[in-house]
Structures are given as structure tokens and as C-alpha cells.
RNA sequence: AGGGGAGUCGCCAAGUGGUAAGGCACCGGAUUUUGAUUCCGGUAUACGUAGGUUCGAUCCCUUCCUCCCCUGCCA
């Protein structure tokens, strides 16, 4: 069934690039046996509903490809829906900055935006609705109370002394609570259940507390707000949501969920069939941390320079870092769904990134570690035009042109004065070819005090000009020409924790956070780099993908990020 | 006996009564002016454990073990 309505597997972005094929999984198989049923009359409608109290992350972005990818699989809509009923936690800030995250996945919502603070004045009606059948109460119970009289996990709750109280008194003191003449904490609406559910979450639970606080959308207009479990599983309803995904945590509420729906598809207030809650398993990575606490404790404490710091796991600072959202997309669908617990190393990640990239990233060499050499057969003040494709795989993307001169630049690792085993790069009296240029033999070396080479003699062989059809030998390294070479800050991010799992280790995280996770150097760049824009990667060939930096980045004083390195396959 | 979940290759993840898909990683080999890419080939007598049912079990039943979630007027 899915596989005939298949469109694009990593996602709606519709972007070329490596796909993995979308796996059978348990909600693929819920939603085809509806569809089989006819239970939704074949319509299937998602939603990604966040609360906007903070940035979005990696975990956040397989929620995102599930449910638009499932909706865009089966021809159905997701909506993008804003959790918003906790005023005191909420700010516009956090939703200009989900949506924008949510765009740059390369995800639609233009007609399917929604607000949870929409249905307030129908999710007030309800309440009094359950009031009146006598099946909510307001309480009167302080916090401390209500927590002492719910019972543990072993042991049953006892009954609130405001339990059997009559749905007129109860009306009038909701009203009451609603005009404000009631104190934060002073009251709270609870649904009439069951004190004794083995199930905590069916004892009694809130579903509308008085917050005496501006709502960045409705304003003064509220100071009595709904509840997660009450809200989420109304809006779903009214928004005709098909099938609800959320995660494992929410098992145990799928009760309330549903019975709540019950009685509104009961009393002819909501639709029918209901929303169906379907949980699955967190997205867990090694090496980071993803609560939203201590992304904000990394931040405020200036362990890491804001939300979009490149070595944060943030959309934000996954896009600043180089991340494309087509490598993102790839790497939800590898991981697939289920409900068992998946702990993902940051490795896939990367993986999927230079999966995305190779086949359309531009080429451009850049030496990150310079040694000068200097060519001494060929004469000063001289240059030679060379070039390369911008992209091997893609000779529509046309050519690239750098000068071959007296003076140029190699990694230093590309040279090794007493090479070890199986290394075929430059040597003492040994050949190499200058990428895209000539064969070039080290004649001797300066060193200084320490030994290390300051500046390598070579000469150069004119007859071996790549592309010329000469001899060849076995190494080749890439360079840049001092003459037309332009020099940048070059970032170099490596993982921000030195554990696998900074989070359950003993101790504090923070002091399993990796002091080299970020390196700076001054790099020479190919001159085709000299306009090298932000969101745009590029293969610095042999090195890895870099973008240029969306913030510190300026024509003429161009900083890089380093997203990932590129796979290295040589063991000395 | 509090309730609810999960355990299939190093990491994910299909299969669910008929004799273990796939991806990533890894190991070979080919091509290569990126030690990259690409391409070929290899990689679970085995499905947490112990029993049972069956001609046959990862799949059904029972036992046990391990891990995760739930005692917010957060979501």
C-alpha cells in the first residue's frame, strides 16, 4: 500500500540525493490497516506539535520526518501545531524560530499552521461541559496536599474533600477562576476519575490551572489555561488529526487521551472515529546531550557560544555547522521507527551527510595546516593557469581555475621527512602530484629548531601537467599558490562530549564536555572560494565539507565551519 | 503481583507458525590525479532466558532475567 503511494522516501523536500527506502514499521502498518478498514475513509492527517519554549534539536527533526514523511507518503496533510498553554515557559521567539527550522527541513505548513491557544474558548466549554455532568470538580487543595493525597505508585490516592461538590457550586467557582478572583494555585479543575487507578494518571488528574499571566497570543485574556493531556488530545480531534505520534513517555496518558475524546464523541461535541495516539521510541545520540535543560545551561553558562553554536545538536547549530537538511532527512529515515530504545551514534549522522553531499557539494582545495614549498625550477614572478571541475560527478557544474607558481602550500601531514610504512605522499627525494597541477619532487628541507619543516625545495616536472596524458605516480595532495591563494578562519568542530553518554555517567555532564572540540586555524583557500556564501557546502577536497560561517562570514575576511571530515581509510 | 512498555548481527531495523530483509559499521577485492566516491563480494546454525504446544516457533503459551517510563497546578 505505502510503496504505491511512495513519493519521496527521505522526506518532502524533493531534493535530489541519496535515499534510503522506507522500512515497514509499525505505524506504516496501523496506517495501512486503517486504510484497509476504511476507518478515516483512507485520509491520513499527522501533526508535529511543539511547545514553543525552546529550540528545536536532532531528536525534534525525526518527529518532524516521521510525521510530514508518513503524511507525504500517503498523500495526507501534517500540521504543524503550537503547544501553547503554558504561558509562563512560551515565547514568540521559540515559534518564529520552529517554524523556520521546520521550513529549512524542507517541510509545507502555509495552510496548516495551528495554534493550541486557538481552542481555548471551545476547550473552556468543554470543561464546563464536564463540570456539568459531574465529571470534573474544582479543588481547593493546595499543591502539597494534592500531591500528598495521590497516592504512590504502590498505594492508592484518597479522595479530595472537595470531591462531591455540586456542578453548580463547581460552575460558579470555575467562573470564578476564570475572572480572576482566584489566586495562582489557590483552585485547579480536576476530572472526577478514579483516586485508586493503578494508573496515576487517572487519578483525578488537573486539567486547568489559574496562571495569572500573559499569553504571547491571547494576551490578558485568559488566566485559567488547559492542560497537556486535556488540550492535546481535544485539538487533536478538532483538527481531525488521524493518527497522533508521540513519544514512549505518553503511554501511560493514552487512557486519558482516549477516554476524554470518549466522552466529547459521546456527547456529539467532537467527531468520530477519534485520533489515534500512537507512541514511539526517543531518538537518542551519542556524544551530545538533548534535554532542553542543559542545551540551556550549555548556553547560559558560555560553554558554547548560543543555540546555534555549530558543535550543538540544534537544528539551528546543525544548519550553522554545514548540516544539510537533505542529510538530516536521510539520516530519520536510516534510523527508522519503533519502540524500542535506540541509541544512535553521532557517526551515522555524519555518514549521512556525506552521503547527501558527495554527489552535489562544489570542489575547492584549501590547505588547513600550510608548509611552504617552494619550487625552485620554476622561475619567480611567474604563473600557470590550471583547473578542475567544480564537481566530478557533475560536469554541468562547469570548471574552477587556480594558478601554479614558484611559491605554493601543502598540509603538513602530507609530508613526512622519515615516512612510515605504506605512505605515498611527499617524501625526501620522492615524487607527488600537485592535484590538478604537476608532479613535483622534494629536493631537501629547512627545518627549525624544533625539526619541524618550515620550507620544503622542490622541483617540478613541466611535462606531467594534469590532464596532459603523462606519467603519473601514486600519490597526489592537494595545494594552494601563495600568488592567488587567499588565506580564512577555518573552524574545525569535533564532538562536544569526550563520553558516549555524557547524560547518565556519573557526575556532572559538563565535565565530560571535550576541551578540542573546537579548533581554529588560518587556512589558504583556492581563490574560487573568495565568494563562498553561507548554506552552501563545499568539498575541500581530501579534507572534508565546509560552509562558510552564516553569522562571522563577510566577503573578504571569510570564516568556515567544518561539518565533518571526509572518510579516512589510510592506517599507517 | 502498582501500572505501562521494550528486548532480532557492533548500531539501527524488517519478518510474526514453514526454516533470519535492508541500512550503517566492519572485512576482502576492482576502479580512482580526493588513501574519498563508485563497484563487486563477505559478514546472525541465529531472534533476552528456561520450559511447553506443534510435523515445524524469532513468531503461540508459561517461567524467569534485563532495561525504560509513570507519584508536575510541565509538555
Known sequence: MSSLTQVSPAGNGG????????????????????????????????????????????????????NFGLANDYGGVCHLR?????????????????????????FSFEKNLYYASDYFDKLYEFAQYFIERGLAYVDSQSADE????????????????????????????FDEMKRGLHADGSQILRLKLDMASPNINLRDPAIYRIRHTEHHRTGNTWCVYPMYDYTHSISDAIERITHSLCTL????????????????????????????????????????????????ELVETGLVNGWDDPRMMTLAGLRRRGFTPGSIRLFAERVGVSKAHQWIDMADLERALRDDLDASA????????????????????????????VNPHDDAAGVRSFKFAREVFIEREDFMENPVKGFFRL?????????????IKCERIEKDAAGNATTIFASYDPATKSGSGGRNVKGAIHWVAKIDGI???????????????????????????????????????????????ADVSY????????????VDSKPGALVFNRAVTLKDGWKP
Open 487 to 533: 588565506q580564512a578562519e577555518v573552524r574545525l568542530y569535533d564532538r562536544l562530549f569526550n563520553v558516549e553518554n555524557p547524560d547518565s555517567g556519573e557526575g556532572d555532564y559538563k565535565t565530560y564536555l571535550n576541551p578540542h572540540s573546537l579548533k581554529t586555524v588560518t587556512a589558504w583557500l583556492e581563490p574560487s572560494l573568495a565568494n563562498a556564501k
Open 427 to 439: 617524501v625526501p627525494g620522492g615524487e607527488v602530484r600537485l592535484r590538478h597541477g604537476f608532479i
Open 15 to 66: 531534493k535530489d540525493g541519496p535515499k534510503a527506502t522506507p522500512a515497514s514499521n509499525f505505524i506504516r502498518q496501523i496506517i495501512d490497516a486503517d486504510n484497509a478498514s476504511g476507518k478515516h475513509a483512507g485520509k491520513v492527517v499527522t501533526r508535529f506539535p511543539p511547545e514553543p519554549n525552546g529550540y528545536l534539536h536532532i531528536g525534534h527533526a525525526k518527529s518532524i520526518c516521521l
Open 146 to 173: 494534592i500531591r500528598a493525597n495521590r497516592g504512590t505508585l504502590t498505594e492508592p490516592g484518597t479522595n479530595s474533600p472537595f470531591r462531591d461538590r455540586s456542578a453548580e457550586e463547581n460552575l460558579c467557582l
Open 249 to 296: 513517555e505518553f503511554e501511560a496518558h493514552r487512557p486519558l487521551y482516549d477516554w476524554v475524546l470518549a466522552q466529547l464523541v459521546d456527547a456529539g461535541k467532537l467527531p468520530s472515529p477519534s485520533p489515534q495516539q500512537i507512541e514511539f521510541s526517543r531518538l537518542n545520540l551519542s556524544y551530545t546531550v538533548m534535554s532542553k535543560r542543559k542545551l540551556l
Open 82 to 106: 503550537f503547544d501553547d498553554t503554558n504561558p509562563v515557559k512560551e515565547d514568540v521567539e521559540y515559534e518564529e524560530s520552529i517554524k523556520e527550522m521546520v521550513e529549512w527541513l524542507g
Open 539 to 550: 568539498q575541500f577536497e581530501r579534507n572534508g565539507y565546509f560552509t562558510a560561517d552564516r
Open 362 to 389: 562544489k570542489r575547492a582545495m584549501a590547505v588547513l595546516d600550510p608548509v611552504r614549498v617552494v619550487i625552485e625550477n620554476y622561475p619567480d614572478g611567474e604563473f600557470e593557469e590550471c583547473s578542475a571541475k
